[in-house]
């Protein structure tokens, strides 16, 4: 069982930066694929980035390519979202997640282990 714990959400301006934090207890993530997610108000949640176990290789959705880099130090057995020129679309709750198998996948309910999500709040 891995415990999984977002931090470094908040309200940001246009433009701004957040780097978001996902540290897990209980068990090693480093055979684990890593996933971010989030869900907008009304919406349904939505595939962010992915992480591969070793760090090689990532996978983003399309609205966040080129301003949001996704990476892991499995040595502190934490994975992190770093959110440049946010917009106020990329408002929502966002949610980290393991999957403990080879594969990336976009897909939630691959993933085995969720956290409790951490707020962030884009204002135009």
């Known amino acids: 069982q891995v415990q999984l714990v977002e931090s470094g959400g908040g309200l940001v301006q246009a433009g701004g930066s957040l780097r978001l934090s996902c540290a897990a207890s209980?068990?090693?993530?480093?055979?684990?694929?890593m996933g971010w997610f989030r869900q907008a108000p009304g919406k349904e949640r939505e595939f962010v980035a992915a992480i591969t176990r070793t760090g090689g290789g990532t996978e983003y959705a399309d609205s966040v390519k080129g301003r949001f880099t996704i990476s892991r130090d499995n040595a502190k057995n934490t994975v992190y979202l770093q959110m440049n020129s946010l917009k106020p679309e990329d408002t929502g709750v966002y949610y980290c997640?393991?999957?403990?198998?080879?594969?990336?996948?976009?897909?939630?309910?691959?993933?085995?282990?969720w956290g409790q999500g951490t707020q962030v709040t884009v204002s135009s």
């Open positions: 209980g068990r090693t993530i480093s055979n684990a694929v």
């Open positions: 997640a393991a999957d403990y198998t080879i594969f990336v996948r976009r897909t939630q309910s691959a993933y085995d282990y």
